[in-house]
């Protein structure tokens, strides 16, 4: 039996979301931003704990590019840079929450 081809068909949205978000640490950087107020580089890579400098460089980068984050570079020494949501990033609160929400409720044994 063949399948249709609506059903082979990828969904585009969700594939873009996967490449956006896919990475490792996204997810939780933009959680700590949203939730815990966290916003300079040495905080954020204090809280994520395991994460490289060069890591967490490359996954703040994407999610600027990708339009989820404000690099807000203050040109001072010694440097201070700060990152805040977008108005895109902003819009997807509701979906960390419900994210977090669900986690908490299904997966309580790997919290």
């Not at 400098?53 to 404000?70: H, P, Y």
Request: glycine share 8%; net charge positive.
């Amino acid at each position: 039996m063949r399948k249709s081809n609506a059903a082979v068909q990828r969904c585009k949205t969700m594939s873009t979301l996967q490449k956006i978000l896919g990475g490792k640490w996204k997810l939780e950087i933009l959680y700590y931003i949203a939730f815990h107020d966290i916003h300079r580089f040495g905080a954020l890579r204090r809280q994520l704990g395991e994460i490289t400098e060069s890591s967490l460089t490359k996954q703040l980068r994407e999610l600027e590019a990708d339009g989820f984050l404000i690099r807000h570079d203050y040109k001072e020494i010694p440097p201070r840079v700060e990152y805040t949501l977008s108005d895109l990033g902003g819009s997807f609160i509701d979906v960390l929450s419900y994210m977090k929400k669900w986690g908490d409720r299904h997966l309580p044994e790997q919290v």
